[in-house]
């Protein structure tokens, strides 16, 4: 059999392979849904009213635009990990961002609890904030792994972390708009849980949904 004959024999009935967009059209497309979702959600369930006024604190605006970069930056690194000829540096994208806001609120976390002690823990107050971060935060992370299944990941483990980084601190910029919590401790306690939650849900689960081992 000539060269030729046994290349169109094996390429016969074979079906054009849709490429893949760009990492940077898939973080634009995921960003786009996962904003647009949350902010139906927040309004759905209603703004705080007093959410003018707690936009004008430096420290809750800066806390919003930190989860905020923080949720932006990892979904980026999440979807260029997810393509293998990507370098690795990709992942420290979003460090400085949720460095910056993890430690904005733990001193704003001790600063509550010099001032006014564990009084200000009222936990049960809070349980909504929980629900709603994992309610549409794993979601969200979950559809970032089906998103980038095609890529055949060999970094499935990291996509999903930033994965569901990036849902969960997205989410939190939503909460923190609509549930009115003031005390940073309270902050921490809850919105924190749900990050942890909502990561290590995304870190079981995505590698499964990617098809990864």
Known sequence: MQTEELIAQLSSGLTPVRRLPGPWILAVRWLVVAIAVIALATAAFGLRRDLAARLADSSDLRQMIAAGLAGVLAAISALQLSFPDRSANWGLLPIPATGFWVGDLGWGCLRD????GFDRMNLETSVPCLAFILGFGLPLSLAMALLVRRAAPVRSLPVALLGGLAAASLTNVGMMMMHPVD???????????????????????????????
């Open 113 to 116: 609890l010099i001032e006014s």
């Open 183 to 213: 005390a940073a401790a309270t902050v921490l306690a809850w919105h924190g849980l749900g990050v942890l939650i909502t990561v290590g849900g995304s870190a079981l689960l995505g590698p499964r949904v990617m098809g990864s081992p």
